[in-house]
């Protein structure tokens, strides 16, 4: 057998036993090699006592006597050392130096036999002694320290012979035979040690069999008493797979024993703990933990799982034991829910002075977490002032005695106090005390607040200023407090016990107990709960007016009624006084509306290709807003809206003198800023004086260009719609209001308004407006229906916002003055004559321009070069240079203009003009081809009532 395939002794490396059977291997080694000495040494006697004679015969005799002699001292030595060794027991001290010695022996004889003959064959007896060497000695340090002493002597005697031939032959032989030697050792070694283990490893396993069957039979027969007499499951499993189970764990998942054997344990775990469950059996996991079990029929219950490896016949197995923890946890969430659910604050705590389980109440009560709480002595939680008597509570908890109805004060997170009641008991055999603590605070506070009112509502009743009478369901008067006393006349013990309607004249006095016992029969209420004014009569018979609020307090067994009366004698004085005043101020206010409305233009400016609309509402009787219509000439119109920042009188007089500056400063022909500029160098002062200011819009409109002048002192409210673009112009405020600095400067700017557009012009009443949810109409709902009746007239438009607002508001009275100013162009025509001479042609081209401007630039542009090429075609073809004068006609359209010329000259036909040649040098036809590439539509008439006319139209968009 190889060394490197002999068997091993079946034992773990680092079990404590190991050292244990290698000293047992090495003694037993030890012990082969003792026991070889005695043979050993006495063989080598009886050859040595032999070699003795024969050296005596067969040596020369130089040298016979000396190796005779020693020789037969080695075999002596020999016969000594067996005898030495049998009278002593065996001993591992002496075994390998006494087996060096005899082989010390041998060596020396061959070493001394080899030096004296100086023959080197004599190496052989060395061989052989080597050869033993292996053999003999089964230590590898003694093996390895005799051999290498063998052949480093052998080498010292060599190298003093003269045979270096001989030398190297048998230097190889001898290296050879100790290298054979060692192989030797180790497997003769090797094989002694398997044995050995082999032999020990059999008498123990001998030994641990018998008493393991001995005790298995004990332990098999235990452990089934045992499991079938538990309550717990038992499973016995290997891989997985269950070997044994006991009664209790069949019934725990609803099986038979014999269904369950042979099956995988992860069948009767819950599909959502199969992982967690391989992962502990994987693992070998032996610490109890829980997971869910699968009964037969489906039903997933929570057990415990306890583990533990066991070997049995060699096969790694493992001892489950199952605890069903159905009822348990059942109980638990029983506790649970009533300890969490519980309104009240339930805890167990120790006479040690520590809480050891607290419900979530504490939590909500006292603001903190358990831990916070757990982790102090509970004493700590108490008010300084009320531990003595906490303490002296747990005290006689601790003789037995119960706790009840026991308040004190303790402290919650944020510092606060709250009062608790407590309830508790001791269980004296574990040290702990149940209790059960209310939060009683709000009743505390509620008692003391109760004192507090009643100390407040007799001190209310002895200096309330009214009068405070009780009485009872028969009319009895309870309680008459100072105020009433003094309103009536009476003393309070004149009036206590005596029926109300002594303070009442006919014909309440009559009726009152009817009006008491007729509630008391139906319980509903006329008077009570409401205030009204009834008469009362002092004790003198005076008859005089009250306040009177009545209210009732149903009280166990008994009905109450309190009266709380005022004399308004001197109320009735002063509201009659009031309502004269009033008639007076009212009429005044309605002659200053009167007034205002009629400074308003009665009649609205006709302005030829315009149309106007105009209205103001007032928040109150009195406008804050104002606006005006001032006829600068016959094509020109000034419209002026303006908002003060106020309301009633102070407002409407800075109303009148704001227009009056306005009217004196616009006949002055100032420039529109100019004007609000010297606006606000007049009003200044008087603005700042009253904390007012002033916002103005100011438009000048001249109609026969389009043009839209304004300036804006502050007022933002303003909008153009722009009828082609279907689209709003910004108008923005250009300056701040009148009134805020006296130097300010105003800016003009220049609209043009084109047939078909409209301009808005309003106050922030109109956008401000609200509804009964607060909702303003805002400009977006403004832009809206101003885009949805842009091709209604002015009139219209304005009735339509109007009507908005109104449908908007609800009647909500609003906050703020509405002033509307709507403003529309409407298409327009001007008429013009002029000499047909190339003089005028600059004056009418320009003339064209200027009413084409409204539209574009480019439409300008394109429109006065056509019409330039029908004015020279009509001096210098109709006329050809003769004097006559070109009547014009200009119609502005909402998509462009339409112009008709018209001449008394030469006719022509418009047909028989060539189409020009733009490669030939010569001219004719280009003016025509001009008109006709601009204009939309071109007509040529000749001889008509009006003489030859040309008509040409061009849409702004080309239509």
Partial sequence: MEAGNSPRFPMDIDDPSTNEVDQAVRRALNLTVWNSIRPVAFALAILYGLFAIGHIF??????????????????????????????????????????????????????????????????????????????????????????????????????????????MHFGIALFSAALVSFIFHLVRKRSLQENERLRLYTESQRGEVEQ??????????????????????????????????????????????????????????????????TNYLLQGFEEPYEIKGLRKDGLSIPIQITARKIVHQSKEMRVVVIRDLTEIKAAEESRDRFFNLSIDMLCIAGFDGYFKH???????????????????????????????????????????????????????????????????????????????????????????????????????????????????????????????????????DDVIGENVHILMPEPYHSAHDGYVSGY?????????????????????????????AVSNVELPGRTLFTG????????????????????????????????????????????????????????????????????LDQDTCQIVVGDIAGKGVPAALMTLSTKTLIKNESTLLRSVPGILEEINKHQYQDLSRAELFVTLILVRINNQVGEFWYASAGHGEALLWRNLENEFAEIPATGLPIGIFDDERYQSEKLAM????????????????????????????????????STLPADDVLDNILESLDDFSLGVEQEDDITIVVVKALPREASFEWPATLESLDRI????????????????????????????????????????????????????????????GEAFDISQIPEPDYDSPQEGGYGLSIIQQVADELVYEPHTDRGNHWLLVKYIRGG
């Fill in 520 to 548: 008391m029969a139906t319980r509903e209420p006329k008077i009570i709960g409401k205030g009204r004014e009834v008469q009362g009569i002092r004790k003198n018979g005076e008859i005089f007016p009250l306040a009177l």
């Fill in 358 to 492: 607290i419900s979530p109440a504490f939590e909500r009560i006292l603001g903190y977490v358990d831990q916070e709480i757990l982790a102090h002595p509970f004493i700590e939680f108490v008010h300084q002032d009320d531990r003595e008597a906490t303490q002296e509570q747990i005290r006689l908890l601790a003789t037995g005695s119960d706790l009840f109805a026991f308040e004190n004060r303790f402290q919650t997170k944020d510092g606060s106090y709250k009062w608790i009641l407590w309830n508790a008991t001791a269980f004296m055999e574990a040290g702990l005390i149940y209790a059960i603590g209310r939060d009683i605070t709000k009743q505390k506070d509620d008692l003391l607040a109760l004192q507090e009112r009643e100390e407040r509502l007799h001190a209310i009743l002895n200096t309330a200023v009214d009068g405070i009478i009780t009485i009872d369901e028969r009319g009895i008067i309870q309680s008459f407090n100072p105020a009433a006393a003094a309103i009536f006349g009476y003393q309070e």
């Fill in 58 to 167: 067969l040596l020369p005799p130089d040298i016979n006597t000396l190796m005779a002699s020693l020789a037969g001292g080695t075999a002596i030595l020999l016969f000594l050392l067996v005898v030495f060794i049998r009278r002593i027991p065996f001993s591992e001290r002496l075994t390998y130096p006494l087996a060096f010695v005899i082989l010390a022996l041998a060596s020396l004889n061959s070493l001394l036999h080899l030096f004296l003959t100086g023959d080197i064959l004599q190496t052989t007896n060395l061989i052989l002694v080597v050869f033993g060497i292996g053999y003999f000695i089964l230590s590898t340090p003694w093996f390895l320290i005799t051999l290498l002493t063998t052949l480093f002597s052998w080498g010292i005697f060599v190298t003093q012979l003269d045979h270096p031939a001989h030398v």
């Fill in 212 to 277: 393991a069957l001995q005790l298995s039979e004990q332990s098999q027969a235990r452990f089934k008493s045992l499991s079938e007499a538990t309550f717990e499951g038992i499973v016995i499993h290997e891989k997985g797979t269950v070997l044994d189970v006991n009664d209790a764990c069949a019934h725990i998942f609803g099986y038979l024993p014999a269904e369950i054997v042979g099956r995988n344990v992860l069948e009767f775990v819950s599909q959502d703990d199969r992982e967690r469950a």
């Fill in 845 to 904: 081209t320009a003339k064209i321009r200027e009413q084409a401007d409204i539209y574009s630039n480019d439409f300008a542009y394109e429109l006065e070069l056509a019409c330039s090429e029908v004015v020279t075609n009509i001096i210098e073809h109709a006329y050809k240079q003769k004097p006559g004068n070109i009547r014009l006609k200009i119609n502005l359209l909402p998509d462009g203009m339409q112009l008709d010329f018209f001449d008394d």
């Fill in 564 to 631: 709380i009366v005022r004399d308004i004698t001197e109320r009735k004085r002063a509201e009659e006084a009031l309502d004269v005043a009033r008639e007076r101020l009212q009429k005044e206010i309605d002659l200053a509306a009167h007034i205002q409305t009629s400074i308003l233009p009665r009649e609205l400016p006709e302005l030829q290709g315009f149309e106007f609309a105009a209205r103001t509402l007032p928040a109150r009787y009195l406008s804050g807003d104002f606006y005006d219509f001032i006829a």
């Fill in 754 to 789: 084109r047939p078909g557009d409209i301009a808005i012009i309003y106050s922030d009443g109109v956008t401000d407006a609200v509804n009964p949810d607060q909702e303003h109409f805002g400009i977006d709902r403004f832009e809206a229906l101003i885009r949805d009746c």
